[in-house]
């Protein structure tokens, strides 16, 4: 057995602390300990046929890229290539629709080496994947009728065009020609998709209302080119009209259609129909028409049937332009109307289809509706079709990507700004030198090094802080440290603590700041040499010197009144009233309390916890109990002045629980029954907080106080609530007033309650209005938690009442604390967001902090940074631990700085920035309207996207909207955001719950703020089970669900199992017990337990997601097409929601059209 070493607490965690000789683990095989700093970008262009456009630029690499998945062939997890051009220029790829891929950003295809035959063949799908080989064209010009498409009008088989050699390409959107790009130049692999519409209408409805789909026109099918035929185009954006292309319309000759080169308008009398699918070719011939050529006649001329000649001797030559565009006018003819080169306007009584002009985008071609084709043999036109979900970016294809790459993995803390895993992965951690981002993540891990390069992006810049996280058993916490009667080391200027980053000089006397950069003499009794590297020799064996977190044993001069302080109590405040009594809350809770009052926490190496309990019950009056362990029975005293309340004994309220067990049971046995017949309805709140403030002060303990409360406090006292849930406020701009709490009553109380380091958790059982904005301003203030059970019964909740309470009373916490954040120059602190209560501009007061609250820090500039010194970051929390012990804790965490919108947009986390201003956005919804709020998140993201596509994307036609790749999910994610219940302004969702959920957010951390805002949707009858034990999750969007299984949705609030209407009644049996589904009760808390594989499977899947989450979730049945299934769907995010929410879809065209605007 080592001896701890010096200055190390003897009664500290055991690990691999002596010496600190741990076993550094290797990094593994092809895991980088940055992979997640996705080095390119994403683009997403509506094409001219069915999907999106995407292409993955490749900025400059830096150290810590984490690339996301990619499979096997050139498509990756978005629908858009991946894999980089290893084939030379020449290389091309294939999309699912038979696009023919090139190197460019829509560069026309390159022309063949010379002397090469420029062969068009159409590509063959080979089986089991997108890999695609050219086969040779059938011999001989096609017949006529004769589809040049594959078989069944696939268009994967459509075959291309190639300029011949002869001919220059034309400039793309860079000025360059196509063709191969010059030698060393980067050209992405691009997934070419067609007739896809992403713009949305140039006049969006507002948010509230539905939004427009853009629904795409159909596939446009090419033409191979034939021997005989001219060349492709060689004009800019444009295709030359060559022999066998249709010549402007003459008179009387039906309109060209606005914006499709080459496609006829619809036929008038008389005219034959156009043949669908075949642009320039014509239906059989109608009356007066010539028909095509038969047995014995001379063949068409070259270019296919139903195309123009070549131009005779004698006739005039064909104007340049694209095939069916107009000539350049003349002299004396009227100019074109504007709509573009060439282009037919509309004329008198013609109207423009609807979804074609007023959606179209410059660069872009549409196709409109065509008739059904003539020929037997010719193959139906695909259906127009909206944009294709499945080229958007995914969150469940980025989170399982971010697995595939660090799924238990060992995520090493040694560099400066590192970005790590995402939250939904399951990772190790290896703490050498930076806290863990289980402590602290960023918005950006890479700052910006001017106030002004931040205001121009508009990104939020702040940190969320979870202090007290809990650590998984294979991660060592904090080491505890013992600093002597001198207390812990610290900077002379700055007051920051001993940290790594601190540098020793002049042999290790002096030590410099890394914040201030002041340079303070090293303590006599700290003094050690250094190295040849200028490190400590002893720097392995002090964790202030080598690790990112760690604790100091604070000293009386950290204390209140200079004196140690005593274990803290918990104080329990049972609502005896009739609801509560009828509904058998009392009953249920006091018959638990007798074994959960022995889970209480305690500190490392304590035999049993040391924390004081206390008993209350209350009505309109307060009955306060002496629990002395000399009593044999408990002695009540009611205090009925509730107007001037006080507590009744000073020695005897809190006790120790071994020394009182007996009175404690026989109290807990009793309540039940004392007021089993009360009638008593009138309820009071605030004299029950005021009451257990006075209650710790006489004592000068620190505690909590649990309330479990019934409904509005109407009793004559102070703190009375009225009814004020007025409906018609909903949408308006009073809306605010609704979540403003009333008076200043409960402000005053939450102060009181702070400054006696006494934190309030209220568990609420409402069967009516509430006034939860009035109640939750003390819980809120003090760090405390709101439980709300609506309808509580006894059968349905009480097993997830008593799990919550359970945890709650078993989870780490600490008391009577203050953080504290240090920045380094150039940045600082300026806003603090959670459940918080903050007596200056610095310090932030916390009656108590448990594993589960986060704070979300914003940072602001105050000065330039310098890019080679890097920003950094202590946080310091100052608490009181459960065992009555004085610490201190500290989190450093050290970041790059950066001068390029590249670099900074390459390190973005999307859910810690979500985090960031789905708080700000609650706290702004009490002074601001809720409709302004959605407002100025789109108008902000919107100028995210836009900075990024104008100073890092490269230049690209205006119909592409790109996205960073560390910041592709922001439209999904700002769309849930606008449509969460906390947010959005919907009658279907109560004033109450709508307040309970803002309040659930300000404490979130990031894992739950992320999955509250996109829920889980995990397949329950199908799909692999993955070592955590899950299957793969789906895209929530109801066009996921199939009939014949069952899903799970979860969103860390609730859990609905859905079960399809034709699933297998062998499931239904072995899971609910019944025959038929129709047989199911939905009505129940929990699924029964039965012996087979299908009910222990989902037992265990239900288990294994609650146990990732805080809370126990409320499990509700629905069956499809079920009352309940509306409920449901209204957590399906990616699709519309009530009250003409907008889905993913359209939300995306929305943004691109507003990007497009700012860009303009």
Not at 119 to 131: A, I, V
Request: net charge neutral.
């Amino acid at each position: 057995m080592q001896a701890p070493p010096p200055g190390a607490n003897p009664q500290a965690p055991p690990g691999n602390y002596p010496g600190y000789n741990y076993n550094q683990q290797p990094q593994q095989p092809g895991f980088h300990p940055n992979q997640y700093n996705g080095a390119s970008n994403v683009t997403y262009t509506h094409g001219a046929g069915g999907g999106l456009q995407t292409t993955k630029q490749g900025p400059p690499a830096t150290s810590g890229s984490m690339p996301t998945r990619q499979p096997p062939a050139t498509t990756s997890m978005n629908g858009y290539n991946s894999q980089p051009n290893m084939a030379g220029p020449n290389m091309q790829f294939y999309n699912q629709f038979g696009g023919q891929q090139h190197g460019g950003y829509g560069q026309p295809p390159p022309p063949p080496p010379p002397g090469q035959q420029n062969m068009n063949q159409p590509p063959l799908m080979q089986p089991g994947g997108n890999q695609m080989n050219a086969g040779p064209p059938p011999p001989g010009p096609p017949r006529p009728g004769m589809s040049t498409n594959g078989p069944s009008g696939d268009p994967s088989a459509t075959m291309q065009q190639r300029p011949p050699v002869t001919q220059p390409s034309p400039p793309n959107q860079y000025g360059q020609q196509g063709g191969p790009p010059p030698p060393g130049q980067y050209q992405p692999p691009t997934s070419q998709m067609q007739n896809m519409n992403l713009s949305g209408p140039p006049t969006m409805p507002p948010y509230s209302q539905a939004a427009t789909s853009a629904s795409g026109p159909q596939q446009n099918f090419r033409q191979a080119q034939q021997p005989g035929m001219f060349p492709p185009p060689s004009g800019p954006g444009m295709q030359p009209r060559g022999p066998g292309m249709m010549a402007p319309p003459g008179p009387g000759m039906p309109q060209q259609q606005p914006g499709v080169p080459g496609m006829m308008a619809p036929p008038g009398p008389g005219m034959p129909q156009q043949q669908p699918g075949v642009p320039g070719m014509m239906a059989p011939p109608g009356p007066g028409m010539m028909p095509p050529p038969g047995p014995g006649m001379p063949p068409q001329q070259p270019g296919g049937p139903g195309m123009m000649p070549p131009p005779g001797p004698g006739m005039p030559p064909h104007q340049p332009g694209g095939p069916g565009m107009m000539p350049p006018p003349g002299p004396g003819m009227p100019p074109q109307q504007p709509g573009g080169p060439g282009m037919m306007p509309p004329g008198p009584g013609m109207m423009s289809q609807p979804g074609q002009n007023q959606f179209q985008q410059p660069g872009m071609q549409y196709n409109q509706g065509q008739r059904q084709g003539a020929y037997p043999n010719q193959p139906a036109p695909a259906p127009a079709r909206r944009l294709d979900p499945e080229m958007m970016p995914s969150p469940i294809q980025v989170i399982e990507a971010d697995k595939e790459v660090n799924q238990n993995r060992v995520f090493r803390t040694e560099g400066r700004g590192l970005l790590p895993p995402l939250v939904t992965t399951k990772y190790d951690v290896e703490d050498l030198g930076n806290a863990s981002p289980r402590f602290i993540r960023c918005s950006t891990y890479n700052l910006p090094a001017t106030a002004d390069m931040l205001k121009t992006c508009q990104l939020p810049m702040g940190i969320c802080v979870k202090p007290m996280a809990k650590l998984p058993k294979r991660e060592e916490p904090p080491y505890l440290v013992d600093p002597g009667t001198e207390g812990p080391i610290r900077c002379k200027r700055c007051k920051t603590y001993m940290c790594p980053q601190f540098g020793f000089i002049d042999g290790g006397r002096r030590f410099q700041c890394h914040m201030c950069h002041a340079i303070t003499d090293t303590p006599h009794h700290y003094f050690d040499h250094i190295d040849h590297m200028n490190q400590r020799t002893d720097r392995d064996s002090r964790p202030e010197l080598c690790r990112g977190s760690y604790e100091f044993l604070a000293t009386k001069d950290y204390c209140r009144k200079n004196k140690d302080p005593l274990s803290p109590a918990f104080i329990f405040a049972i609502d005896v009233s009739y609801n509560s009594i009828k509904s058998g809350m009392v009953g249920l809770l006091c018959q638990n309390l007798q074994t959960l009052i022995d889970t209480f926490p305690r500190d490392y190496g304590q035999e049993r916890s040391s924390i004081r309990v206390g008993f209350l019950t209350y009505s309109n009056v307060i009955h306060f109990y002496n629990l002395n362990s000399s009593l044999a029975q408990p002695q009540m005293m009611v205090v009925s002045d509730v107007n001037d309340i006080f507590v009744p004994l000073q020695d005897g309220f809190l006790v120790d629980v071994e020394e009182s067990r007996h009175v404690i049971t026989n109290l807990l046995e009793q309540i039940p029954d004392m007021f089993r017949d009360t009638r008593e309805t009138e309820l009071i709140f605030a004299p029950v907080i005021q009451a257990a403030v006075q209650a710790l002060q006489s004592c000068e303990r620190a505690g909590k106080l649990f309330v479990f409360h019934s409904g509005l406090p109407s009793g004559e006292a102070p703190g009375k609530l009225k009814v004020r849930d007025d409906r018609k406020l909903i949408g308006t701009e009073k809306e605010k007033m609704l979540f403003t709490p009333v008076g200043n009553v409960y402000e005053k109380l939450a102060k009181d309650c702070v400054t006696a380091a006494c934190s309030v958790d209220l568990f609420l059982f409402p069967n009516q209005y509430a006034d939860v904005a009035t109640l939750a301003q003390v819980p809120q203030a003090t760090g405390g938690e709101i439980y709300k059970y609506n309808f509580f019964r006894l059968e349905i909740d009480g097993q997830r009442f008593i799990e919550d309470l359970k945890y709650n009373l078993q989870r780490d916490i600490v008391f009577d604390a203050v953080l504290r954040v240090r920045t380094s120059t150039g940045i600082r602190p300026v806003d603090f967001l959670g459940n918080i209560s903050m007596s200056n501009t610095t310090d932030v007061d916390l009656a108590a902090i448990d594993c589960d609250k986060a704070i979300t820090v914003e940072l602001k500039h105050d000065d330039k940074i310098a890019e080679d010194q890097g920003a950094h970051i202590q946080v310091a929390l100052l608490y009181t631990s459960v065992g009555g012990q004085r610490r201190l804790r500290l989190h450093n965490l050290s970041l790059s700085v950066c001068t390029t919108y590249a670099d900074l947009y390459r390190s973005c986390e999307t859910d810690v920035i979500m985090n960031h201003v789905a708080k700000k956005a609650i706290r702004a919804g009490l002074s601001v309207p809720t409709t302004k709020i959605r407002e100025e998140l789109i108008s902000q993201f919107c100028m995210v996207l836009a900075i990024y596509r104008k100073n890092v994307a490269a230049p690209t036609g205006a119909g592409q909207l790109i996205l960073p790749e560390c910041m592709k999910l922001v439209p999904a994610y700002v769309n849930c955001l606008l449509k969460c219940d906390a947010i959005s302004s919907s009658h279907d969702v109560s004033t109450d719950e709508r307040s309970y959920l803002r309040h659930l957010i300000m404490s979130r951390d990031v894992a739950d703020t992320q999955a509250l805002f996109y829920p889980t949707l995990i397949p329950v009858t199908t799909g692999e089970i993955r070592e955590d034990g899950l299957p793969v999750a789906v895209r929530c969007s109801e066009e996921r669900l199939i009939d014949r299984h069952a899903y799970i949705l979860e969103n860390t609030v609730n859990m609905y199992l859905w079960i399809g209407q034709n699933i297998n009644s062998e499931w239904v049996q072995n899971v609910f017990g019944v025959p038929a589904i129709q047989q199911i009760d939905v009505d129940v808390g929990s699924l029964k337990v039965f012996d087979n594989d299908d009910s222990k499977f989902i037992h265990q899947l239900i288990s294994t997601v609650q146990s990732s989450r805080p809370r126990r979730m409320k499990l509700v049945i629905v069956r499809q097409r079920d009352k309940l299934e509306p409920l449901f769907k209204h957590f399906l995010v990616e699709d519309r929601g009530s009250g003409g929410a907008a889905s993913y879809v359209d939300f995306l065209c929305h943004m691109h059209k507003e990007i497009r605007t700012l860009l303009s």
